[in-house]
């Protein structure tokens, strides 16, 4: 069975930095459209990044020039930087894959990971 696992949230005040991880088993990521989305309480899930087979990059316009997605088809996992954190980057983090390599429909989800940013 597909997992994606994610790692690396936690609290830290605005500013910082925290580094997401997403491991994927039972999967192979290098030839899937990778993303990243996040869910705050009482809202909807938005997208915050995703990268294709290619290595193409998108974000989101509220993480523009913060947020970094990579990943590394060697270790089967998916990172997503994230600097000068704000507290409405406060949200569940969720890795997801797309099999179609689109970046539009994500098929597989992992259970997320928390982000606390502090003012």
């Known amino acids: 069975q597909v997992q994606l696992v994610e790692s690396g949230g936690g609290s830290v005040q605005a500013g910082g930095s925290l580094r997401l991880s997403c491991a994927a088993s039972?999967?192979?990521?290098?030839?899937?459209?990778m993303g990243w989305f996040r869910q705050a309480p009482g809202k909807e899930r938005e997208g915050v990044a995703a990268?294709?087979?290619?290595?193409?990059?998108t974000y989101a316009s509220p993480v523009k020039g913060r947020f970094t997605i990579s990943r590394d088809n060697a270790k089967n996992t998916v990172y997503l930087q994230m600097n000068s954190l704000k507290p409405e980057d406060t949200a569940m983090y969720y890795c997801?894959?797309?099999?179609?390599?689109?970046?539009?429909?994500?098929?597989?989800w992992g259970q997320g990971t928390q982000v606390t940013v502090s003012s």
């Open positions: 039972k999967l192979t990521v290098s030839p899937y459209c």
């Open positions: 997801a894959a797309d099999l179609t390599n689109m970046c539009a429909v994500f098929g597989y």
């Open positions: 990268i294709d087979s290619a290595g193409t990059s």
